[in-house]
Each structure stands twice: as structure tokens, then as C-alpha cells.
């Protein structure tokens, strides 16, 4: 059983950053496709940004490309999330995901494992 483990979520301002982490547990962590998902409440889990397993390839949902940068580090078994301009519209749970896909996803039940999440909330 792979383990996902968010954190760096919290409340910020209109126009703050944030840094997530996701640490992995297992070996096989440089052998997956690593995402990032949001769910707002009321709504459905929605894709945020992907990464291949090499970190070559990333994608970004519209919303967020520009803003938001995701990277990884195989050797800490960590991949990141750099949100920077965040807005009142950011604000939700962050989920990070993980699938044995070698093409880098969007479609949540692609993914195989997931964290617990961690809460993002932008104030106006």
C-alpha cells in the first residue's frame, strides 16, 4: 500500500503562496505519475496539476497554469506544489495522488492512491 502525506496547506491572503509536500512512502514512488487534485466543498474532486515520473512532463489545469508550479524530488520521495497569486477560488482541500500510469493523467479515478488532504483557504 503506497502512502500519500499532504501537507503545507493553511489560510493565507488573496495573493499569498504556499508550498505544498506530499511525501511518499514505498520504493516504487520514481515509478509513478504524481498529481494534484482540489475539491471544493459542494463540488467535485477536480484535477489541479500532474507530473511524469521522470519530472520531464507536467500539466496544469487552465485555472492554475501560470500560477501554479508542481516538481518533485524521487530521491526524498516528495513531490511539491508551488502555488503562488493564490485566490479566494483556491480555496479547497489538496489532494495528492499517485498512479502507476507512465502517461501524465488528469482523470481523478486514474489515480490509484490518495492522501488525506490538506486544507487551502484564500480570504479575500
Known amino acids: 500500500q503506497v502512502q500519500l502525506v499532504e501537507s503545507g496547506g493553511g489560510l493565507v491572503h488573496t495573493g499569498d503562496s504556499l508550498r505544498l509536500s506530499c511525501a511518499a512512502s514505498g520504493r516504487t514512488f520514481s515509478s509513478a505519475t504524481m498529481g494534484w487534485f482540489r475539491q471544493a466543498p459542494g463540488k467535485e474532486r477536480e484535477f489541479v496539476a500532474a507530473i511524469s515520473r521522470s519530472g520531464g512532463s507536467t500539466r496544469y489545469a487552465d485555472s492554475v497554469k501560470g500560477r501554479f508550479t508542481i516538481a518533485r524530488d524521487n530521491a526524498k520521495n516528495t513531490v511539491y506544489l508551488q502555488m503562488n497569486t493564490l485566490k479566494p477560488e483556491d480555496t479547497a482541500v489538496y489532494y495528492c495522488?499517485?498512479?502507476?500510469?507512465?502517461?501524465?493523467?488528469?482523470?481523478?479515478?486514474?489515480?490509484?492512491?490518495w492522501g488525506q488532504g490538506t486544507q487551502v483557504t484564500v480570504s479575500s
Open positions: 495522488a499517485a498512479t502507476g500510469n507512465v502517461l501524465v493523467v488528469i482523470r481523478p479515478s486514474l489515480y490509484n492512491y
